[in-house]
């Protein structure tokens, strides 16, 4: 990557930060990659007052819904036809493999087509009032969407939001994540190419107590989206709670599957290695926990740990090809996080069957690690790792599973294996979770809507759910004259 400078995109052009510059480093060789413009509090203003100006005017909410549909689709074609510019900035900020880093582009795209399809299908409903009246509902987007990206899939987690707001006919102001920024540049790209109005997309890198601040408190936002902690959501929601702001909030969670003793443990072998190491663990619907029956708790600890063995560990750039391999985790900081909660686990009685340690090359490596002789009152039973960490519980009965997983503050996602399908949906109606995967963890797709309950957050993403969040709606009563 020979760019070593990227600046914010305001208003349709290219500018510098008023906070200077933030360096961005390549986790997966602890080097400087480049700089990126840092935006402050009044870069911020100008982007929201750039999509307001967008919004008032109608450029955007007065097009046939069909012609926004057709721009919002025709984003996603061009990030496919970049994809092998994009994929390697990715995997150079991100650290994630090559091979995932375009897996994460289609990703993108496919929300830009889902929600290209969707835009002219967001229709009203007629309620009658007898003979004197006519009565309908339309819905109208909110008109600045503020959306604050997360740092683990900065390209597909802005398309999620990007796409169904855009699809509404709302303005958007894009905070992307301090640890990676870069390849977000791409959207501003896809913006000038399909023809939007300028302003109508704002891209800007802050950091969260400056520009992240300023954007959930500011006056003239009109919705949020953010992904990421607990303490940040909360934080979000109280600034956006004293503008009476709606928010969506994708909080993270520490996810359980549980497996019966009749799973298909060959099949779960591949669940384990997508629902843990993908992105080295760093997915707020990740396979946090598994919680398995006494009776094939050492088969299944064999196994699993035969598949964290069976991966290959290095540098994402190196991993050009689908297959059996994990990178770096995002920074060193993040990496010794997880690894010190390991070594915490280790210290309340929990055993480490492989892995659980730093690597010793450069860059951001922890071993794919699975905990074992975990029981539900520890630490690492309970909070977030957010790395390539799986702990492993025991289960006796049905009720004690389900208690066992619903045994956090949090609520993403869940997961069933069985080949009984009554003890499946009977545990997926009990499971406090926003998504239930039964016999394939990531089942599912943009299709089926994804949120959380508890602490994992609010709202909804994914599926025609998520439209509801950009949208509000408005009644409109009529008496007839003469009637």
Same mark, same amino acid.
């Given at each position: 990557?020979?760019?070593?400078?990227?600046? $914010?995109?305001?208003?349709?052009?290219?500018?510098?930060?008023?906070?200077?510059?933030?360096?961005?480093?390549?986790?997966?060789?602890?080097?400087?990659?480049?700089?990126?413009?840092?935006?402050?509090?009044?870069?911020?203003?100008?982007?929201?007052?750039?999509?307001?100006?967008?919004?008032?005017?109608?450029?955007?909410?007065?097009?046939?819904?069909?012609?926004?549909?057709?721009?919002?689709?025709?984003?996603?074609?061009?990030?496919?036809?970049?994809?092998?510019?994009?994929?390697?900035?990715?995997?150079?900020?991100?650290?994630?493999?090559?091979?995932?880093?375009?897996?994460?582009?289609?990703?993108?795209?496919?929300? &830009? /087509?889902?929600?290209?399809?969707?835009?002219?299908?967001?229709?009203?409903?007629?309620?009658?009032?007898?003979?004197?009246?006519?009565?309908?509902?339309?819905?109208?987007?909110?008109?600045?969407?503020?959306?604050?990206?997360?740092?683990?899939?900065?390209?597909?987690? +802005?398309?999620?939001?990007?796409?169904?707001?855009?699809? +509404?006919?709302?303005?958007?102001?894009?905070?992307?994540?301090?640890?990676?920024?870069?390849?977000?540049?791409?959207?501003?790209?896809?913006?000038?190419?399909?023809?939007?109005?300028?302003?109508?997309?704002?891209?800007?890198?802050?950091?969260?107590?400056?520009?992240?601040?300023?954007?959930?408190?500011?006056?003239?936002? $009109?919705?949020?989206?953010?992904?990421?902690?607990?303490?940040?959501?909360?934080?979000?929601?109280?600034?956006?709670?004293?503008?009476?702001?709606?928010?969506?909030?994708?909080?993270?969670?520490?996810?359980?599957?549980?497996?019966?003793?009749?799973?298909?443990?060959?099949?779960?072998?591949?669940?384990?290695?997508?629902?843990?190491?993908?992105?080295?663990?760093?997915?707020?619907?990740? =396979?946090?926990?598994?919680?398995?029956?006494?009776?094939?708790?050492? !088969?299944?600890?064999?196994?699993?740990?035969?598949?964290?063995?069976?991966?290959?560990?290095?540098? #994402?750039?190196?991993?050009? !090809? &689908?297959?059996?391999? =994990?990178?770096?985790?995002?920074?060193?900081?993040?990496?010794?996080? *997880?690894?010190? =909660?390991?070594?915490?686990?280790?210290?309340?009685?929990?055993?480490?069957?492989?892995?659980?340690?730093? =690597? $010793?090359?450069?860059?951001? &490596?922890? /071993?794919?690690?699975?905990?074992?002789?975990?029981?539900?009152?520890?630490?690492?039973?309970?909070?977030?790792?957010?790395?390539?960490?799986?702990?492993?519980?025991?289960?006796?009965?049905?009720?004690?599973?389900?208690?066992?997983?619903?045994?956090?503050?949090?609520?993403?996602?869940? #997961?069933?294996?069985?080949?009984?399908?009554?003890?499946?949906?009977?545990?997926?109606?009990?499971?406090?979770?926003?998504?239930?995967?039964? $016999?394939?963890?990531?089942?599912?797709?943009?299709?089926?809507?994804?949120?959380?309950?508890?602490?994992?957050?609010? #709202?909804?993403?994914?599926?025609?759910? *998520?439209?509801?969040?950009?949208?509000? +709606?408005?009644?409109?009563?009529?008496?007839?004259?003469?009637?």
């Amino acid at each position: 990557m020979k760019k070593t400078y990227w600046q $914010n995109y305001i208003d349709g052009t290219w500018v510098d930060g008023g906070a200077g510059r933030l360096d961005v480093f390549n986790p997966g060789t602890g080097e400087k990659l480049a700089e990126q413009a840092l935006a402050d509090a009044a870069d911020v203003d100008r982007a929201v007052m750039a999509a307001r100006c967008v919004h008032l005017s109608g450029a955007l909410s007065d097009l046939r819904p069909v012609e926004r549909g057709r721009m919002v689709q025709a984003m996603g074609r061009f990030l496919l036809d970049h994809i092998e510019e994009i994929a390697p900035v990715l995997t150079l900020e991100q650290g994630k493999p090559l091979w995932e880093a375009r897996i994460e582009v289609e990703g993108a795209a496919r929300y &830009f /087509e889902y929600y290209g399809n969707q835009a002219e299908t967001v229709e009203g409903r007629s309620i009658p009032l007898g003979k004197g009246y006519f009565d309908f509902t339309t819905y109208e987007p909110f008109g600045v969407s503020a959306q604050i990206i997360p740092w683990n899939y900065p390209v597909e987690m +802005t398309a999620r939001s990007l796409s169904a707001a855009l699809a +509404t006919g709302n303005a958007c102001v894009i905070k992307t994540p301090e640890l990676t920024p870069l390849s977000n540049a791409w959207f501003a790209l896809a913006v000038e190419a399909v023809g939007l109005p300028k302003g109508a997309v704002n891209i800007l890198c802050g950091l969260g107590g400056e520009a992240g601040a300023g954007l959930s408190a500011h006056p003239h936002v $009109n919705q949020i989206v953010f992904t990421g902690s607990v303490p940040t959501g909360v934080a979000i929601a109280t600034a956006a709670a004293r503008n009476v702001v709606p928010c969506v909030l994708e909080l993270g969670g520490k996810s359980a599957a549980i497996v019966h003793d009749d799973a298909d443990l060959d099949a779960f072998e591949n669940d384990v290695r997508w629902g843990i190491y993908f992105n080295a663990g760093q997915v707020c619907s990740a =396979m946090s926990r598994v919680i398995v029956h006494e009776s094939i708790h050492d !088969e299944l600890v064999d196994r699993m740990v035969g598949v964290a063995k069976s991966l290959t560990v290095g540098p #994402g750039k190196d991993q050009p !090809e &689908f297959g059996p391999t =994990m990178a770096a985790m995002v920074s060193e900081a993040q990496r010794d996080r *997880a690894a010190d =909660m390991v070594s915490a686990a280790q210290g309340q009685g929990a055993q480490v069957a492989t892995g659980g340690r730093k =690597m $010793n090359i450069p860059g951001a &490596f922890l /071993e794919p690690t699975i905990v074992t002789h975990v029981t539900p009152d520890m630490d690492i039973a309970n909070e977030e790792v957010f790395g390539p960490v799986l702990s492993v519980l025991k289960f006796a009965s049905d009720t004690d599973a389900v208690q066992i997983a619903n045994g956090t503050p949090y609520g993403l996602v869940g #997961g069933v294996f069985t080949r009984d399908l009554d003890r499946a949906t009977s545990a997926a109606r009990q499971l406090r979770a926003g998504q239930v995967f039964i $016999n394939e963890w990531y089942a599912g797709g943009v299709e089926t809507p994804f949120g959380g309950y508890g602490k994992s957050g609010y #709202g909804r993403e994914k599926g025609r759910e *998520a439209l509801w969040s950009y949208v509000q +709606t408005k009644n409109i009563a009529i008496k007839l004259q003469g009637q």
